[in-house]
Every structure is written in C-alpha cells, then in structure tokens.
C-alpha cells in the first residue's frame, strides 16, 4: 500500500488523505485524481471519521497536472463522451469530448465540497496549477509558512476550472493573481483570505490535525447542514456555470496556437526549460528559488 498513487489512513477522529507520489512531485493524473476520490468516499462513509486532511507527501504539496505522462491520456485526461465521431485530422480538437473529460476532473475535485464532513486542506512546498483547482475546493486552506500557491498556467496554457478563486478572495484580487499568474506566498494567501492558517513548516501536520480534532465535538449532522448552507450560497451565485465556462474555456486555451507551440517546445528544448521560459520574466515559483539559492 505504501507505493499506492494515494493513501488514506483514519486516525482517531481523521479521515487522512495523502497524495503519494513524491517522486513526481505529487503531480496529478489518473490514479491520483481517482485516488482522492475513493478517499474521500471512504471517509464519508466511516462513522469514526468527524474531519478529513489532504496532504501531500515528500517536499510539496502538489505541482499540478503530471504534463510528462505522455500527453493528455496520461494525465488523467481521459475521454468520457462515447457518441460515433470522424477520424480527427491531425491537429483537430473536439471541444465537446474535451470538456467531458476535463469536466470529469471537475467532478471529481467537486467530492471534496460535496463531501457532508469538513475538509481542511493542508499546504506545504507548493500548490500550483490543477492542484488549486482541487485545494479550493476544500472547506479551509492551511499553509506552512514557507508555502507557495498560484496558477501559473493562466500565462499559458490553461485557466482555473473549478473557479473558485473569485469566491474566495474577490474580483479584485483573482484579477490581480489568475491574469499575471503571480505565485502567492503563505503570508500574503493569509491576508487576502485564501488561506485560513499558516504555521511553522515543521508543525504543520501537528498543528492541522490539533484543529481538525476540534470538529469531534460538533454533531456530525450540524457540520454538514452548516457546510451546506455555506456551498449552496456559493452555488446560487453562479459557481456550477462558472465552471463550465471555466472548463471550457481552459479546453481552448490549451489548443491555441501559442499553446500548440509552448507544448511543441518541449521536445525540443526539455520539459523544465520551457517551464522556466515561462516563469522567467516574473521571477517566480522556481525562478524565484534559483534567486534565493544562488542557483544558476
């Protein structure tokens, strides 16, 4: 179990899932979105369980979609719409087939917001790209202090699509993070209100489940009623069709011609140089680290 692409433990009152892939940076595809998933159903489904923790193992958090898994069937792209279709020509994209299947990630991240026990989302390393699209939808966000959230796919390549980023911390400043894809820091996640914690990078764990255990002491039925009134404010302001606008909307920014060719990059100058390209000019996320280590 321990090479499993997802773990799930229950530890007194917790429901702890950890996305175990260390060696890819814990980055997304099949098996771990559909990991999570079965997770958080098993964790529903317990009687112990009063609150759910999902974590990562090894040094982040999660680095998003796994974009080296072999295209998009490898990252857990996979197709979910069965209806008779043309052989596509070379280069051809079918918005209908991508948006069952994206949409079918956005389902899938959704169990958390649906799940009717807390979920607390725990933080460390770095957050980025798809893997904000599933945190937001956690009940709270704690971070490490030395954490790094953002979506640096909107520079290229993608938009949020479950978007939950405007419902928690405003037009203003899902402006000012989605169209510059700037990386947050723990602090500054804290201040505008995407996260509700922050704690020593060592006492994250420690501190996360310390806080959890406090729902033990609320009736199970008064935590999902209350985390259901809460969604479905959300929910009347639009967030269902925002999303499939969102994941629309992220099928035709992968298929543009800028983002044909920034894919195409790959083989030719290597998976990790066209993603320093793309950070490059905004001295962030790895970027900024190189900065900070005198990497060169």
């Known amino acids: 179990m321990a090479s499993a692409p997802v773990l799930y433990e229950e530890r ?17 595809n099949e098996a771990v979105i559909q ?29 998003g979609y796994d974009l080296t898994a072999g295209g ?11 209806a008779p279709r043309p052989q596509p ?23 958390l917001w649906e799940c009717p026990k807390p979920v607390i989302a725990e933080i460390h390393g770095y957050c980025v790209g798809g893997a904000t699209d599933l945190v ?45 894809g700037d990386q947050i820091d723990a ?6 209100g995407l996260c509700a914690k922050v704690f020593p990078a060592a006492r994250l764990s420690e501190e996360t489940e310390a806080y959890a255990r406090r729902f033990q002491h609320i009736p199970a039925n008064q935590l999902a009623l209350n985390k259901l009134l809460i969604n479905q404010v959300i929910e009347l302001m639009g967030l269902r069709t925002g999303q499939l606008l969102g994941t629309l909307f992220d099928g035709i920014t992968r298929h543009t011609e800028e983002a044909l060719r920034w894919v195409e ?26 900065r900070s280590t005198g990497e060169q």
């Open 265 to 290: 990059s790959f083989g030719e100058v290597g998976f990790r140089e066209a993603i320093r390209r793309r950070d490059a000019p905004f001295g962030d996320y790895g970027e900024a680290k190189k």
């Open 187 to 192: 602090t500054t996640a804290e201040r505008i």
């Open 136 to 180: 937001l939808c956690a009940d709270l966000i704690f971070m490490a202090d030395d954490a790094v959230i953002g979506y640096p796919p909107s520079r290229i390549f993608g938009t949020p699509t479950t978007v939950l980023w405007v419902y928690r911390i405003g037009l203003e400043r899902a402006k000012q993070f989605l169209l510059s």
């Open 12 to 28: 007194d009152t917790l429901g702890i899932i950890t996305l175990n892939r260390p060696e890819k940076l814990n980055t997304l």
């Open 89 to 111: 020509r070379p280069g051809a994209w079918d918005p209908v087939r991508d948006l069952a299947f994206m949409g079918h990630n956005v389902r899938r991240f959704m169990a």
């Open 35 to 63: 990991g999570i998933v079965d997770a958080v159903e098993r964790a529903t489904l317990s009687e112990d369980v009063r609150c759910v923790i999902l974590r990562g193992a090894g040094r982040m958090f999660c680095a």
């Open 72 to 82: 998009e069937e490898g990252a857990g792209f996979r197709p979910r719409f069965g």
